[in-house]
């Protein structure tokens, strides 16, 4: 039995009525005053409406800023922890930093000479036993002269004071000065039962040079034998890192921002010691044609310190005229090596470095000081070697993850 076509009223109205069931029709131009009225019905209840959603919409980004207020302060708070942390365990941490650098530069051969079929772990001591050999070397070579000129550093003063004329009336003021204040203690010694003074021993320039160069031996061993489990090991550690994260986009982030940080450092710090390798040695050269005496060492030391920013240049200019005032017969030919060093320094640091390093990895000079002040200050000498390395590291990394970005750009130049 078929059903009943419906009956169709109010056409013209706009008003169909299909069982009972009123519908309005708002095509055409039928339907006009109903299809008004409605419009005007929500126009009454929109401020209604809009005043709720704005409250809603307020109040979630009153939330958005608290998080990020709370996200800020407690990024700040985890800095200053990590920092402290690794200040009062900077005798275990330093070896494992060092590792971890090396670890990111060497690992590339490790797996070059993997794909020619030689194991790993064969892999990591053909790598590892030429930096052994090369440390023992260069630390058989330099050691005696270094000593030397540490043994020097007590009469230097003295020794400059008599080649300069104008450094005489300081130091005989200074003299006169410790003179007056050893009178003053004596004076004042007149009670009829002697005291005995006890006087502490000053730690000296030299003995806190030493104390260094013994602190970095031991570890630069310690950082050697470190560094050969991590490249004998491979990417087995990175793979057990990212099995142990929660979910597929977590791993995949770390292994994009692994492979992108163990690249990029590569190519920084292998151009980087390249330069620093070749800018001793033509300092090296210099000091030789110069005549300054040993030679090697002050190249050495050259190459070493440009691994610190602004600071490097400046310590090896004053340290070369030193030397070349107490070692060279007169002042005159005494200003020709750090002035041939600073000419050196200039070209490199100006022209030659910018011209090679890439762009991407050129830095903030501020956050370059900053860095320097903060390892400096925590880890010393070491400190100052690897505060650009950890600083190119933590750029790499905020440039990989999407909310460090701004901090990223900061961070570069």
Known sequence: MTEPTPR????????????????????????????????????????????????????????????????????????????????????????IVLACMLNLVLTPLVLALARMRIPEP??????????????????????????GWLRRLPFVIDQLSDRLDFLRVPAEQLRQAEEALGNVGAEEETVEDVTQVVVARQTTL????????????????????????????????LRHLVSALPDFRTKKQAVEIAHQLQSDMSHYLLTITGINVAFGGVVAGAMFATGMPNPLLWGAMAGLLNYVPFLGHTVSAIVIGMVALLSLPDVTTALIPPAIFIVIAALEGNVITPMIVARRLT???????????????????????????????MKIACDQIEPLKPVGEFLGS
């Open 8 to 95: 169709v009223e109010g056409f013209q109205s706009g008003i169909v009525r299909v069982r009972g069931e009123v519908r309005v029709m708002s095509n055409g131009s039928h339907g006009g005053p109903v299809t008004k009225a409605l419009k005007d019905k929500e126009r009454a209840t929109t401020p209604q409406q809009g005043a709720r959603q704005g409250a809603e919409e307020e109040a979630v980004e009153q939330i958005g800023r608290t998080i990020n207020v709370q996200t800020v302060f407690l990024g700040v708070i985890a800095g200053i922890l990590v920092l402290y942390t690794l200040y009062v365990t900077r005798t275990v941490a330093i070896p």
């Open 122 to 147: 064969i892999g990591a001591v053909l790598v590892v036993v030429p930096f052994l050999l090369l440390f023992g070397l260069g630390l058989s070579t330099l050691a005696e002269p270094a000593a």
């Open 206 to 237: 030299r003995d806190v040079l030493l104390n260094e160069t013994t602190r970095f031996t031991v570890g630069a061993v310690a950082t050697l034998v470190l560094l050969y489990f991590m490249l004998a090991m491979g990417d087995k550690f």
């Open 363 to 393: 830095l903030n000079p501020v956050a370059v000081v900053t860095a320097l002040l903060i390892w400096g200050w925590m880890w010393g000498i070491v400190g100052f070697l690897l505060a650009v390395p950890l600083l190119v590291v």
